[in-house]
């Protein structure tokens, strides 16, 4: 209920702002507000159709729409006009003569005339009358009301007995209303003399029965009347900016019932859609006029919103729970709430902690193979393989630890190939499938270091098929890791003196053996001793 009275409200505040007439124009005539886009001279209307003539002359000045001959009784930005039209009526004599009577012409230039909120109206008990379309035979329709004596109408009724009423169909601009009569009267003089016809703002006219002998409403009867802007949707006016009708905070809507279409104000504004700036539509103050909130009001542009004071619980609003006085002796402490908040907060800190401690673990990791690098010659050796790039094709590499670790599934036992007293050796599997031998020391001489760097370089670039190939190393363990190529075959030592092979070698085959072995060692002792003396 309050909010309905609420909008009730909005909506009076709207039409009472609305009224507003272009700046520097008349915004009255008599008693009749004019807003724009009506108005009474030149450059205050927005065109012809909407130009209201007011006689000066008389004490009360009368407004007058199309060229000065329909009185004007209320204008609505809302499409609509209210204005005063003519009765048709036709009186008899006793005898059946007709003694007066007018028919009625009405014609308007560029409006409609509402159907939805007129109808057409017949008084009499001898009576039949039509309504046609005046500017041709768009439509035409009738009414008629008979009765046989006074004692057969119901006050207050239209349904035929004294009084009948019809529709007539949308986008009329005129009628004329003809009347006709069975008998003229005759049988009904003594109490309805004279038929009567005209068009009426629906429910405005109560009949009785006392029409019949003289219509009680001596002047005109209110119509209502539909206007709009020009004859285009709104779609295609807006595409025409100069002669878009809409302003400011505004929207454009379809007219339902004549051609064109009519500005509004958006909700929570008030004014004059069709003018701009102050006389335009305006944010309206709710906190002032309406005071809605039970509590602090707080208005925004176009509308408003409630707070309760600090203490107080509720909405804000007046027309709900308002604000209500917090008790606080029966608010019990949120353990749930801080609990769970508590939990959270603590799971959160853990999760931190746990990313810290692996980054400063794998922070720890990387400065301890950056110190085994250094340690091992990791700098001398990447300038040496510099320089012998130069010269040679092929050079040793140098390996990291992840990928000596997953060459041979981190050190798997299962493939050792060989131990001795200066490390094991390891039977591996790199990334490009190469299948290598890598020897892991167990001890390393720190002065040494220099010299290790030099024979690594050396021996990688000995290529002699007597000779087990070097391919690199790794320097990011505490030990360097020295890799081969791998020899499937076994050692010359397992060759030579293997219960099974040694009695099949001849002789000739022993001598070339230890020919091509002596050669393979005097190589690899001067590339040692260039290495060592450059």
């Avoid at 028919?103 to 308007?108: A, I, P």
Wanted: hydrophobic share 35%; with cysteine.
């Amino acid at each position: 209920m309050e909010f309905a009275l609420l909008v009730l409200i909005l909506a009076s505040i709207a039409t009472t702002t609305a009224a507003q007439a272009k700046p520097g124009c008349n915004s009255t005539c008599g008693e009749l507000n004019i807003p724009y886009p009506f108005g009474t001279t030149d450059g205050c209307y927005r065109d012809k159709n909407f130009l209201i003539t007011c006689s000066s002359t008389s004490r009360n000045p009368i407004a007058n729409y199309s060229r000065g001959n329909i009185q004007v009784l209320n204008i609505s930005l809302d499409g609509e006009i209210r204005i005063s039209a003519w009765r048709a009526n036709q009186c008899y004599l006793p005898s059946g003569n007709r003694s007066s009577g007018d028919n009625v012409n009405f014609r308007l230039e560029q409006f409609t005339i509402s159907n939805t909120k007129n109808k057409f109206t017949v008084i009499g008990c001898d009576t039949y009358a039509f309504i046609d379309d005046y500017w041709g035979d768009r439509f035409s329709t009738g009414c008629t009301a008979t009765c046989r004596n006074i004692t057969d109408v119901v006050n207050g009724t239209c349904f035929g007995i004294g009084c009948c009423q019809t529709s007539f169909p949308t986008g009329v601009r005129g009628y004329n209303i003809s009347l006709k009569s069975y008998r003229n009267h005759t049988a009904v003089w003594d109490f309805n003399p004279c038929s009567y016809g005209f068009v009426v703002e629906d429910g405005y006219f109560n009949f009785s029965s006392l029409d019949l002998k003289d219509l009680r409403n001596k002047n005109d009867f209110p119509v209502v009347i539909n206007w709009a802007i020009g004859n285009e949707t709104c779609q295609k006016a807006r595409r025409n900016a100069t002669s878009y009708a809409c302003k400011d905070n505004s929207f454009c809507v379809d007219s339902e019932n004549a051609s064109g279409y009519l500005c509004k104000c958006k909700d929570g504004f008030s004014g004059n859609p069709y003018l701009s700036g102050s006389n335009g539509c305006q944010d309206i103050d709710e906190c002032k006029t309406l005071r809605p909130c039970n509590g602090t009001c707080h208005n925004l542009f176009g509308s408003y919103n409630c707070s309760c004071p600090l203490g107080y619980k509720g909405d804000g609003f007046r027309n709900s729970t308002g604000c209500t006085l917090v008790d606080h002796s029966k608010q019990q402490f949120p353990y749930k709430d801080v609990a769970l908040g508590a939990g959270l907060g603590f799971a959160a800190l853990l999760v931190i902690i746990l990313w810290l401690y692996l980054a400063l673990q794998q922070r720890k990791l990387i400065n301890l193979k950056e110190r085994f690098f250094r340690q091992n010659g990791g700098f001398i050796l990447q300038q040496q393989l510099s320089r012998q790039e130069r010269t040679f094709s092929e050079t040793a590499k140098i390996f990291t630890a992840e990928e000596l670790k997953n060459a041979t599934k981190n050190y798997d036992e299962d493939l050792i190939i060989g131990r001795g007293g200066f490390g094991i050796v390891y039977k591996g599997l790199l990334a490009d499938n190469r299948v290598v031998a890598i020897k892991k020391s167990k001890i390393v001489d720190q002065s040494q270091i220099e010299q290790f760097i030099n024979e690594v370089v050396v021996l990688s670039q000995i290529n002699h098929r007597n000779v087990v190939k070097l391919l690199g190393c790794c320097l990011e363990t505490e030990v360097p890791l020295l890799v081969y190529e791998f020899v499937n075959n076994g050692t010359l030592f397992d060759y030579i003196h293997g219960e099974s092979e040694a009695s099949d070698i001849s002789w000739t085959t022993r001598l070339r053996i230890a020919a091509e072995n002596s050669r393979g060692t005097v190589i690899s002792a001067l590339c040692c001793f260039n290495a060592n003396n450059p």
